[in-house]
């Protein structure tokens, strides 16, 4: 099973920026022919929402929302998934959690992941980031 563990959240003004990490193990990439790393947001009394999807040929996906000032990256040799968080705006108020689909055949599509959040198996516990106007 993967071990998904986040770290950057923080209190920040609003225009602020933040960056958060996410170190994944206990998977190998020889056994998976496919794969999405993602990041998740789960606000308060709110469902989960898709916030940026990466897949291992690096294409990427995100929330309309988020254009224009979030950017997810990954970083393989070090296991580990990015999100640069920058212009943060209250609506961005939430506890972010990373998320990986491996798959063992076929392709890992970043578009439809992020409409379908199912499609994760691995979880995060989160971390949070506050933003204040």
């Known amino acids: 099973e993967a071990a998904l563990v986040e770290s950057g959240g923080g209190s920040v003004q609003a225009g602020g920026s933040l960056k958060l990490s996410c170190v994944i193990s206990g998977y190998n990439w020889r056994e998976y022919s496919s794969y999405c790393l993602g990041w998740v947001r789960q606000a308060p009394d709110s469902e989960r929402a898709g916030v940026a999807i990466?897949?291992?040929?690096?294409?990427?996906s995100y929330a309309d929302s988020v254009k224009g000032r979030f950017s997810i990256s990954q970083d393989s040799a070090k296991n580990t998934l990015y999100l640069q968080m920058t212009n943060l705006k209250p609506e961005d108020n939430g506890m972010y959690l990373c998320?990986?689909?491996?798959?063992?055949?076929?392709?890992?599509?970043?578009?439809?992941?992020?409409?379908?959040?199912?499609?994760?198996?691995?979880w995060g516990q989160g971390t949070q980031v506050t933003v204040s106007s």
């Open positions: 990466i897949a291992d040929d690096d294409t990427t």
């Open positions: 998320a990986a689909r491996f798959r063992v055949e076929g392709p890992c599509y970043s578009d439809d992941v992020l409409e379908d959040l199912t499609l994760f198996h691995a």
